[in-house]
């Protein structure tokens, strides 16, 4: 250097002139170390034959992807097995993280299905134990036909082609021949003969004549809206999971696995087996090989909407859990209704079905509470006469009679249908942008480091804290020094933070 630079060697100092002596012996011992730590490396990250790694350092080695000046511990056979090394720890790291979406996805499709089984159950259980109570006289005919409608209702949420409405109504008409045999017209089997043509005819007429009331229809209606929003939910995370298989199938393009290697091994090659890759390094090769994946962010936030809205329209209000545990009422009104239109339903049946029922004994409603035999109907039956009660007021009577349930399934259940939907809703907020994000889970923990000295690709980068460097600058800048970062071989080992001055008086 000349005088101008450093004018007196004394301007430097000893402790600088030592720093210089350091820094070139280690320059010379670089080229002296071993394959030993690469060799260690190869063997644990299980990446190939281990006779691959030679024993010293070569300096003139044909590589491909891990080119650099100077001595190298790799050869075109390692760089193979890098290759295979890499993607195949890429695709692991890839898979462990869609693992967890995939095990929220199934393990919640899982429980919403386990709870729509046990409101199904419980609903099946409290609609028989009425039939049980108050209907015993058909309960045992009846109780077929309630097995066969909750087992309908459990296939349509699990996807079945099953329609709710058709299912409910087929309950009602299979209910008829009973109610009107066993409730509206008791001892009816004693006095003519009841055979499968007038049970068949019962059926067939059923909806027609309507003796049910409104009660059927808004049973069915609440059932299919309610459980309609459960059925597309279940579709919907069964849909998730073929998406979320999708990513088991990923295939690296070859010039991402080789940026891989780069960006992974090729610092072994130098023997820096322990640096590791920059962040921003690391999300830009990352970033290049998941731009396919990427792709699916958009589409991923519209389903994860999707999947909230179902949630919400299904579990919103108590709806699929009031909706299933009100069979029990509907079923009960639409009894107590048949009770108290039973003249005007014998007569209808009478005139379509064309089976006389005389007047045998017991014709009048079993209920205590219904003492007419007349009533009004603005269902199509034929007319009644004005002065009688209308139906609506024993309705109104009677309901103030039948015991409430519980808007929960029982008690020991922990868990309700809302709150299961809750902590779903929670933790899917979590993944809304998984694809989009998945460049930076990868390039999280313990693969990458955001620190002073991290791998580039080509070399080791050292940035001291910025402060430090302009306070070194400036001390160096008042001495007449130049402040000289030293990055060689990549062992810096704080050399950067050295102010090297090397003050030579060239005469």
């Given amino acids: 250097m000349s005088r101008g630079i450093c004018p007196r060697v004394t301007s430097c100092g000893p402790f600088w002139i030592l720093s210089a002596v350091i820094f070139a012996v280690n320059v010379i011992d670089v080229d002296a170390y071993s394959c030993h730590e690469v060799r260690t490396a190869f063997q644990l990250r299980q990446v190939g034959p281990l006779h691959r790694v030679p024993e010293t350092p070569g300096t003139d080695v044909d590589l491909l992807i891990c080119k650099h000046h100077g001595p190298s511990c790799c050869t075109r056979k390692m760089e193979e097995s890098y290759q295979f090394a890499v993607k195949r720890e890429t695709l692991h790291n890839i898979h462990s993280y869609s693992y967890e979406l995939e095990h929220l996805i199934s393990g919640h499709s899982d429980a919403f299905q386990d709870m729509f089984q046990y409101l199904l159950t419980f609903s099946q259980g409290h609609l028989s134990s009425l039939l049980e109570g108050t209907y015993s006289s058909l309960s045992r005919n009846a109780l077929p036909h309630v097995n066969q409608l909750f087992s309908s209702l459990s296939l349509y949420l699990r996807g079945a082609n099953v329609s709710v409405e058709a299912t409910v109504h087929q309950f009602f008409n299979n209910l008829f021949p009973l109610v009107y045999t066993r409730l509206i017209n008791p001892g009816i089997e004693g006095s003519v003969m009841v055979g499968n043509e007038m049970a068949d005819c019962l059926r067939m007429i059923r909806q027609d004549v309507n003796p049910f009331g409104p009660h059927a229809a808004i049973m069915a209606q609440e059932l299919a809206g309610a459980m309609g929003a459960g059925r597309q939910l279940g579709l919907a995370l069964e849909e998730g999971l073929e998406v979320m298989n999708a990513t088991e199938h990923l295939s690296l393009s070859r010039e991402?696995?080789?940026?891989?290697?780069?960006?992974?091994?090729?610092?072994?090659?130098?023997?820096?087996?322990?640096?590791?890759?920059?962040?921003?390094?690391?999300?830009?090769?990352?970033?290049?090989?998941?731009?396919?994946v990427s792709e699916l962010d958009q589409p991923w936030r519209r389903y994860t909407s999707l999947l909230e809205q179902l949630t919400h329209a299904m579990a919103g209000h108590h709806s699929l859990e009031l909706a299933l545990l009100g069979v029990r009422g509907h079923v009960d009104e639409a009894l107590l209704y048949a009770q108290l239109h039973g003249p005007l339903i014998t007569a209808t049946v009478d005139k379509v079905c064309g089976l006389s029922t005389g007047e045998p004994t017991g014709m009048q409603p079993t209920s205590p509470e219904v003492t007419t035999s007349v009533v009004t109907s603005s269902t199509p039956l034929p007319s009644a006469a004005p002065s009688q009660p209308q139906p609506e007021q024993w309705m109104g009577q009677l309901a103030n009679l039948r015991s409430s349930f519980p808007l929960k399934p029982s008690k020991n259940n922990k868990h309700s249908l809302r709150t299961l939907s809750r902590d779903f809703l929670m933790y899917l907020q979590r993944y809304k942008s998984f694809f989009a994000a998945l460049p930076e889970m990868l390039c999280e923990g313990e693969n990458v480091v955001d620190d002073a000295t991290c791998w580039s690709g080509d070399d080791v980068v050292e940035r001291p804290h910025p402060g430090l460097q302009v306070l070194l600058f400036q001390w160096a800048g008042r001495r007449g020094c130049n402040a000289v970062f030293y990055d060689v071989m990549g062992l810096m080992v704080w050399r950067a933070v050295y102010v090297t001055c090397i003050c030579f008086h060239l005469t």
Avoid at 277 to 290: A, D, E
């Fill in 256 to 292: 991402c696995v080789k940026g891989l290697v780069k960006m992974v091994y090729c610092s072994h090659c130098r023997g820096l087996t322990l640096i590791k890759p920059c962040v921003g390094y690391c999300l830009n090769v990352m970033r290049g090989c998941l731009a396919s």
